[in-house]
């Protein structure tokens, strides 16, 4: 089974930091996706790469940006946070775009910023 | 219109019911389907992709209707353990990027 990982399950940041979300996946995959989810609102995409240091932007990129120095590595960085982005950050990947695979979600990263 | 809709829910059902969700999508070329569960505070999961033909997975069986333009998701004997929000997930025509709806709500009782 793929694995992805986001490594924090719970975040606290103070409006105006520089804030690091990081997700980690295991199988190789080529593509890797940035959602938020806020309620009534769904998924919505903020950016993905289908490859290293390839980005596209989503439907909401606003106040993010995104790094892929490495295939398994997929970072969202929010340069500097605010109290409208507290929200379920979630970070997935598949084997290949329109893809009939699915997609491999993360647990999950509930940022709140104070 | 939405890319993808889906009636928000609640679905209130008792054990054992079957109960069934659709989801329209407005991309006629829309080629490849999934639908997602998710728990509450938990990611969304693969639940099964939908065929063309349709396709069934137990209890769950996925419906495709190109010409209105809609899938479906039929769950049959309801279990506790079905509740969830369920998620419809389409790629566009044209995109490979997916389109998640809103998600459908589904509260089995005993």
């Known amino acids: 089974d793929v694995k992805v990982t986001q490594s924090s399950r719970y975040l606290v940041k103070r409006t105006g930091e520089k804030v690091f979300l990081e997700c980690v996946q295991d199988?190789?995959?080529?593509?890797m996706f940035w959602y938020r989810q806020d309620p009534g609102l769904g998924l919505r995409l903020i950016y993905f790469?289908?490859?290293?240091?390839?980005?596209e932007k989503g439907d909401i990129p606003e106040g993010y940006s995104v790094s892929r120095e490495k295939k398994e590595r997929f970072s969202l960085i929010l340069e500097s946070a605010s109290t409208n982005q507290t929200s379920m950050y979630l970070c997935?990947?598949?084997?290949?775009?329109?893809?009939?695979?699915?997609?491999?979600f993360g647990s999950g990263t509930r940022l709140t910023v104070v | 219109r939405k890319e993808v809709e889906q009636d928000p829910g609640p679905f209130n059902v008792p054990e054992g019911a079957t109960v069934a969700f659709n989801c329209t999508y407005s991309?006629?070329?829309?080629?490849?389907f999934f639908w997602y569960r998710q728990d509450c505070r938990k990611e969304p999961k693969l639940l099964m992709s939908?065929?063309?033909s349709g396709n069934e997975d137990g209890r769950f069986t996925a419906q495709l209707n190109r010409a209105s333009q809609y899938i479906s998701l039929l769950i049959r004997d309801s279990k506790l353990s079905d509740s969830a929000t369920y998620l419809c997930?389409?790629?566009?025509?044209?995109?490979?990027?997916?389109?998640f709806g809103r998600g459908t709500s589904l509260i089995v009782h005993p």
């Open positions: 997935a990947s598949s084997l290949d775009l329109g893809t009939t695979y699915g997609y491999t």
């Open positions: 997930v389409v790629i566009p025509g044209g995109s490979y990027i997916p389109t």
């Open positions: 790469s289908y490859d290293v240091k390839m980005k």
């Open positions: 939908v065929y063309s």
């Open positions: 991309n006629s070329a829309s080629q490849s």
């Open positions: 199988m190789d995959h080529e593509n």
